[in-house]
C-alpha cells in the first residue's frame, strides 16, 4: 500500500493546532525576496514558480536563508519553517487555539513587520512557526515556508500552470487594481465565490447535483467527503487506498481515485480529476463551512485563474489553442 503526506491534501491544516506549547511571537523585521521576480509595474509583480510534484513552490530568501515557499490559497496565514528559523530573536504572547485533526506540538506565531517583493512591501504580517521537515524530507526541498491568505488577499493573485508563474497586482480596498494594464491575456468567464474566513468557497456541480467546493491550490490533490450525496458519489471512480501522514505524523487511510463530471457554471467545467474520498468533517467545524469537497491542483492545471479575494470573484484566462 502506497504511504503519501497528509499535507499534499491540505496544507490549511497547518492553521488548526491544539493548545500544546501553543504562543503568539513577534519577530523583527525581515524582509522576504523572490528571485527571479519581474517588475512589471509600480504594484505588480511576475514570479516564476515550479512544481514540485504538484506544489506550487517559489525560491526566495528570507534574512540569510535562501530556499522555497510554497503557494497555498488554503492556508490562513503566513508559515515559516521553525527548522531554519531557530535562533531569530522574538518575544512571545500566549494565546489559545483549538485543534481538529491532530495535534502538533510546538506550533508557534511571530510576527513579520515588513515583506518584500522587490518594490512591494508588505506590513504586519504574523507568521505561524511550524516543523516542516517531513515536507521537505518527503519533496527533498529546502522548504523556509508557506505563503497563504494573509499575504495573497492585499493582491489580485494570477495563478497561471500554463506557463508556469504567478502575477501578483496590489488592488485597493474595493478589490480594484491600483494599475489596471497587467494582463495582455483575455478573460473569457468570470464566477463569484464566497470567503469563509479564509476558505474560497465555490457553488458547482457534479453530474446534476449541486456541491459546495473549496479552492486550495496547496491540495495537490482534490479531496470529496465520504458523507457527499450518492447522486454525486456516482462519478467518483475509485482506484485504490492509500495510507497518509498527518502533520503529527499520524495515518489515515483515504480511498483515491479520479472524480468525473464536474462544473462551476454552464461554460466552466472541468476533465477527470485525481481524488481522494476522505472525512471533511472536523475542517467544515473548525472554519465554519459545510464544504463538499476540495479542489486542488487539477483545478489549477485545466483553468488559468486570477482571484480577487476583496471582490470575491475568480475570473478565468484564455487557453491559447493547441494545433
Known sequence: ???????????????????????????????IKFKNATILNEYSTRIPFKLVD??????????????????????????????HFKTY????????????????????????????????????????????????????IKLLGIIGYNVLKDYEVFIDLYLNQITLTKIDKQGNKLNKKVYLETIVDSIDFTLKKHTIVLNGYIGNKEITFGLDSGAEFNQLHKKVNKKALKHFYPKKRVKLI????????????????????????????????????????????????????????QKRVIINYKKEKLYFIKYPLIR
Do not use: C, W
Not at 504511504?3 to 524582509?31: R, V
Not at 504538484?54 to 492556508?75: A, P, W, Y
Open 1 to 31: 500500500m502506497r504511504t503519501l503526506l497528509l499535507t499534499i491534501l491540505l496544507l490549511s491544516h497547518f492553521s488548526l493546532f491544539s493548545n500544546n506549547d501553543l504562543g503568539k511571537y513577534t519577530l523583527k523585521s525581515l524582509p
Open 54 to 83: 504538484r506544489l506550487i513552490v517559489i525560491e526566495g530568501t528570507l534574512k540569510d536563508q535562501t530556499g522555497n515557499f510554497i503557494i497555498d490559497t488554503g492556508s490562513e496565514t503566513l508559515i515559516l519553517n521553525k527548522v
Open 89 to 140: 530573536p522574538f518575544q512571545k504572547e500566549i494565546e489559545n487555539t483549538s485543534g481538529v485533526i491532530d495535534n502538533v506540538n510546538d506550533r508557534f506565531e511571530k510576527k513579520i513587520k515588513k515583506l518584500s517583493l522587490r518594490k512591494f512591501t508588505i506590513k504586519d504580517r504574523r507568521s505561524d512557526i511550524i516543523d516542516l521537515s517531513h515536507i521537505e524530507r518527503s519533496k527533498k
Open 246 to 301: 498527518g502533520a503529527s505524523k499520524k495515518k489515515i487511510e483515504v480511498l483515491y481515485g479520479d472524480l468525473f463530471r464536474v462544473k462551476l457554471n454552464d461554460k466552466t467545467y472541468f476533465g477527470p480529476m485525481k481524488t481522494m474520498l476522505t472525512n471533511l468533517h472536523n475542517m467544515n467545524k473548525a472554519f465554519g463551512t459545510n464544504l463538499d469537497g476540495i479542489l486542488g491542483y487539477d483545478f489549477f492545471a
